[in-house]
């Protein structure tokens, strides 16, 4: 009975379109829902995912990353006197306005990170290159991300004021692109000129690193039992801290919950599309599968026949759900929209799709196992 399936579909392909295009589309929708979602949240830990730190010190309850609050110097020497930290560096944060050299055009809030410029620096390490991060050295240079620029009417080498200081791009940098607000990058001491504040102010966080023969976590608590005596002071890993800033940014705020919603609605849609399709499909054969069943096939054999038209048709469909959707994600690339994808949430999505195909044939097969063969034969 199995090679009927196939054959099945081989001769009436036109019958089955219908249901091949609901996967496809549930598949569709699953995979751009999901890369938005990684995209969007995921530039929250942005800071914290493209730095080379494992260890990050901040300011005690800090729920994502730009909600940092000053933390004393003393953490500094806290971090530098452990054993199994190879490097520090402060990491100041500033919220500022940005106003273009164009006087027609109004602010724009800006989150200003304040980063080390030698060539081993660890924050931005996978992403700034060190003739990029050289540039920094000069007074008032910024970098922000070449999709921001219309945002804040201006161009690559044009000036402007954050907080009324004078600033000057000296370059672009894709994928900087945040949440919430406009991301720019400067040195230390730019930023702690604009926030008005010296490096004996301390700073928002202070960032290390440790050897990679050695458990960040275990150092992480270490350092935790002897924060104490160093002022306010909360130690998490990189790790730690950014599936704390994206548990924040998807849970607690009005926008993460709005977003889940959707994902929600998109698997429900899917769901629905894709058990209407395939029912109808079985009805459509009803008499068919009948008439096998009167010539002497077991209602099992006949089952076997539609779960096996499910795999196959949820993998045709997959097929072309995969390949419609790096077209839409490549597209979504050019113009600079947040999305990000990864293996497993890749599979995560096929697996989905394969299980609404395959519940969608169990209903189908539930419908027809409860029809009396002889009413189908009249």
């Known amino acids: 009975m199995i090679p009927l399936a196939r054959k099945t579909l081989i001769y009436e392909w036109r019958r089955f379109v219908p249901v091949i295009l609901a996967v496809c589309f549930s598949g569709v929708l699953l995979v751009v829902q999901a890369a938005l979602v990684l995209g969007i949240f995921g530039a929250s830990a942005l800071y914290v995912k493209s730095s080379s730190a494992t260890i990050w010190a901040g300011y005690p309850g800090t729920q994502s990353v730009n909600f940092g609050q000053r933390v004393d110097q003393d953490v500094e020497m806290l971090l530098r006197m452990d054993p199994d930290i190879s490097d520090v560096e402060p990491y100041v944060w500033v919220d500022g306005e940005w106003s273009s050299e164009h006087s027609q055009a109004g602010s724009v809030s800006v989150y200003l990170s304040g980063i080390t410029t030698r060539e081993d620096a660890m924050m931005f390490s996978s992403l700034l290159s060190k003739g990029l991060r050289a540039r920094l050295r000069e007074p ?47 040195s230390l001491d730019t930023a702690r000129n604009i926030a008005g504040n010296g490096a004996q102010y301390g700073s928002t966080y202070y960032v290390a690193k440790t050897p990679a023969t050695v458990d960040a976590k275990a150092v992480q608590a270490r350092l935790q039992n002897e924060a104490a005596s160093f002022g306010p002071v909360e130690i998490w890993t990189a790790p730690q801290f950014a599936y704390k800033s994206q548990l924040y940014w998807l849970l607690d705020t009005g926008a993460g919950m709005a977003v889940l919603f959707m994902a929600i609605i998109v698997c429900l849609v899917g769901a629905i599309i894709t058990n209407q399709s395939f029912a109808a499909v079985v009805a459509g054969s009803a008499r068919e599968y009948a008439t096998l069943n009167a010539l002497g096939a077991s209602r099992g054999a006949l089952a076997r026949v539609v779960i096996e038209q499910s795999c196959l048709i949820g993998g045709i469909g997959m097929l072309l759900a995969a390949m419609v959707s790096v077209a839409l994600l490549s597209l979504a690339a050019v113009y600079h929209v947040p999305i990000a994808m990864t293996p497993l949430v890749a599979i995560g999505c096929a697996a989905l799709v394969s299980l609404m195909a395959l519940f969608s044939s169990v209903m189908a097969i539930r419908s027809l196992m409860r029809t009396d063969p002889s009413l189908l034969l009249r």
């Open 140 to 186: 008032g240079a910024v970098i922000v991300d070449p999709a921001d620029l219309d945002t804040l009417d201006t161009h690559e080498g044009g000036r402007a004021w954050i907080n009324t200081h004078p600033v000057h791009i000296v370059g672009v940098l894709p994928g900087l692109r945040g949440l919430g607000g406009v991301n720019v990058l400067s």
